[in-house]
């Protein structure tokens, strides 16, 4: 797979990335951890070096699963965690205060059988600490070779601009596929001003895209998505249309809707690099297939035409998710 640099940074990797949050944790029952190494392993083998976790997944299984799987393998890969939820916990709130990065910091390592984190982001926004606290402690660990590279997640316009002003931001990761483009009205301008890359969450619409679900799709009790409005049936149902078109677009060029809508972020920016997660080998193959899709100008405007004509249903997150986005 080619490679790409992080905006500025100087952080070189794969074009597509591995989220592995759902190999641990959100979105159902998950694989056996052996299996979850294995398609770990797999991602690396067919050329992906960037794997993104959290100490909220779990929590902690996820960094553990992870460290586990890339020890013998290191020195090849990049590695993204985050800090900012009290006591490693989403439901309990922000905790960005220095001690707690630090502390997080030093959790984090330990669980990822590692020296250095490559990529360290702010999960959330803390409207209590201000941003220049987050990003000079976020330096002070890049000063003793803790972290490599400061990131920030779903983070808005000003918060971004305040970090960068302090220690400089390598990756944005927030949310953007082909039915959640708000990013594309002041934060992609912003990211290419500043030379900071842009690491795109569900970038198939957390499965969705992909055509694999419909409205009479059952979830598991302890998925994610059974409390996001998105994927309410009914909306399932009234966004069927955006499936269609993709689905057209895709038998056009002899490829998977995932891969259309992979190949269209990657299309988009030349510092955009996905993190599409899967616990499926057969998915990380098809996946990982987007990066040979190649779509020229005629085909991106096609797309944007296709999906201005269409009103996407359903909000992404309910209020208070929304409220901690950092908007």
Known sequence: MHKRVLGNSGLEVSALGLGCMGLSHAYGQPPAKADGIALIRAAFERGVTLFDTAEVYGPFTNEQLLGEALQPI???????????????????????????????????LKRLRTDRIDLFYQHRVDPAVPMEDVAGTVRELIAEGKVKHFGLS?????????????????ALQSEYSLWWREPETEILPLLEELGIGFVPFSPLGRGFLTGAMDADTAFDANDFRKGLPRFSEENRRANAGLLEVIGTLAEAKGVSRAQIALAWLLARKPWIVPIP????LHRLDENIGAAAV?????????????????????????AQLQRATGR
């Open 154 to 170: 779903e983070a808005g316009v000003d918060s971004i601009r305040r970090a960068h002003a302090v220690q400089p931001v390598a």
């Open 74 to 108: 290191r020195d090849q890969v990049v590695i993204a965690t985050k800090f900012g939820f009290r006591d490693a916990d989403g439901s309990k709130g922000v905790d960005s205060r220095p001690e707690n990065i630090r502390a997080v910091a030093e959790a984090s």
């Open 294 to 318: 190649t779509l020229d100008a005629q085909d991106m405007a096609d797309i944007t035409t296709a999906l201005d004509a269409i009103t996407v249903v359903g909000e992404r997150y309910p």
């Open 277 to 280: 997660g899967t616990t499926k």
